[in-house]
């Protein structure tokens, strides 16, 4: 089933999963219990699942495999049905729910119960674990069950129960409770994230709290506070009345790969060898994806992606000059260059697929360069703090945001560039 497999990567790689969100309506509410044992690597969930949209007449969720079958039941279920599929780092099991019909706008609810290892077998990703030292659960392993959709949004009340002395941070809202904790998320998201630590260091100052679980710690720490001092100061300064960030949880971890932005949970990969420069775009990218509200499942995913890079990129050209800028626009014009076959365009008006790597990540960002030269620096800067007041979600509407600042002509120019026919 290679459509879960695609969708959990599309996921996995996209971002600010809590404040696109947050004008949009819930699909679900999650109340649960989650016993968790960090000595065995195993869990027991209970779930009671509010659908609160009445259109639905089935749901179908997610869940790992690992579990074996889940129970399913409720007086919102007429019937469900299961199958494997294959995930983004291991076997999932779909689970189709028939719901009955919603009587004059009443809530539907489904009881799902389910336990055993998370990772019976070693993970081929990292991003999530289970162990005496830190517990970071994000939809990459389903750990919960997840729409199939992939764009359906939740609130969450869950109290979580373990052993021990372990301090915990999350997308949201979390709080220490009399043998675990209690994450409330009343903001509608697409993940319920959170990271539980054992054994750190951790590192605070106004605006952000840095949690180091690395084992030895502090290997260029010195270089995050610093790029997350300057991070926050830019985009505060930049985001006008957008602004400003609410306070951030960064945990960085001892893995190579899987850094991620859940709204204010930002988890980085090792950070000890990153340049000062590389690690400051890093955490700005990280950052500006608080002001993404493009659909990270759809064609508009460059706006996440392209957006929160470009303006990492201006992050760090503040910070490092005019040199470091050009170096790292002429690296990003050499992949795009290198690439094999055709890249499509970043967006035309009838384009139908969601964006690929390098057109989100490398395209989009030199896009965007081209529209700050058309416009000169102050008035792009004056352009992206409108879109991030806006609350710009669709190219149409970045566009108009665009022509506002630059006028008609401009606007005409830059969708050329984004449909790669300018001259």
């Known amino acids: 089933m290679t459509i879960a497999k695609q969708a959990l990567a599309a996921l996995a790689a996209a971002t600010s999963l809590t404040t696109g969100a947050m004008a949009q309506e819930a699909s679900y509410h999650y109340e649960g219990d989650l016993r968790l ?41 007429s019937g469900v049905s299961s199958a494997l599929a294959e995930g983004f780092s291991g076997m999932m099991r ?23 290892a998370l990772f019976p077998e070693p993970s081929a990703s990292t991003i999530n674990t289970l162990d005496t030292e830190k517990i970071e659960f994000t939809v990459d392993s389903f750990w919960l ?8 949004l939740i609130t969450a009340d869950l109290d979580i129960w373990l052993p021990g002395q372990w301090d915990g941070v999350t997308m949201q809202s979390i709080t220490s409770t009399p043998g675990g904790f209690h994450i409330d998320q009343d903001v509608p998201a697409l993940d319920l994230a959170f990271t539980l630590m054992s054994d750190f260091e951790r590192h605070a100052a106004p605006g952000y709290a840095i949690y180091d679980t690395r084992q030895p710690a502090g ?12 991070c926050t100061d830019y985009l505060n300064t930049l985001s ?20 991620y932005s859940r709204g204010t949970l930002i988890a980085l990969t090792d950070i000890a060898d990153a340049s000062e420069s590389g690690l400051t775009q890093f ?14 499942m759809t064609v508009e995913n460059w706006l996440n992606e392209s957006f929160a890079d470009y303006v990492a990129i201006m992050g760090m050209r503040d910070a490092f000059g005019e040199a470091v800028f050009a170096d790292r626009m002429a690296g990003y014009q050499r992949q795009i260059d290198g690439a094999s076959g055709d890249l499509p365009p970043v967006w035309t008006p009838g384009i139908t697929a969601r964006p690929p790597y390098l057109v989100a990540y490398r395209k989009g960002p030199l896009a965007l360069a081209r529209a700050e030269e058309l416009i000169g620096r102050e008035a ?42 300018a001259q």
Not at 103 to 116: A, C, K, P, Q, T
Not at 219 to 230: F, K, M, Q, T, Y
Not at 388 to 417: C, K, N, W, Y
Request: aromatic fraction near 8%; charged fraction near 20%.
């Open 283 to 296: 955490v700005c990218h990280e950052l500006g994806h608080y002001w993404s509200h493009g659909n990270a």
């Open 145 to 152: 069950p997840f729409d199939a959709r992939f764009s359906a």
């Open 37 to 77: 044992s960090p000595q065995t690597g195993r869990l027991a969930a209970d779930w009671t699942l509010t659908v609160t949209d009445d259109a639905l007449a089935e749901v179908t969720v997610f869940l790992n495999a690992a579990f074996g079958e889940a129970s399913v039941a409720g007086p919102g279920v």
């Open 219 to 230: 290997g260029n720490i010195e270089a995050a506070v610093a790029a997350l001092d300057h």
């Open 380 to 421: 792009f800067a004056r352009f992206i703090q409108a879109v991030m007041e806006a609350r710009v979600s669709t190219t149409p509407h970045m566009l108009d945001v665009f022509e506002s600042v630059g006028g008609a002509e401009a606007r005409s120019q830059f969708e050329q560039i984004l449909a790669d026919q």
């Open 240 to 259: 006008g009345t957008a602004g400003p960030l609410p306070d951030a949880s960064i945990v960085v971890t001892s893995r190579a790969e899987g850094g």
């Open 94 to 116: 779909s689970y189709t729910i028939m719901l009955e019909p919603s009587v004059d706008g009443s809530d539907r609810v489904i009881e799902m119960r389910y336990g055993g």
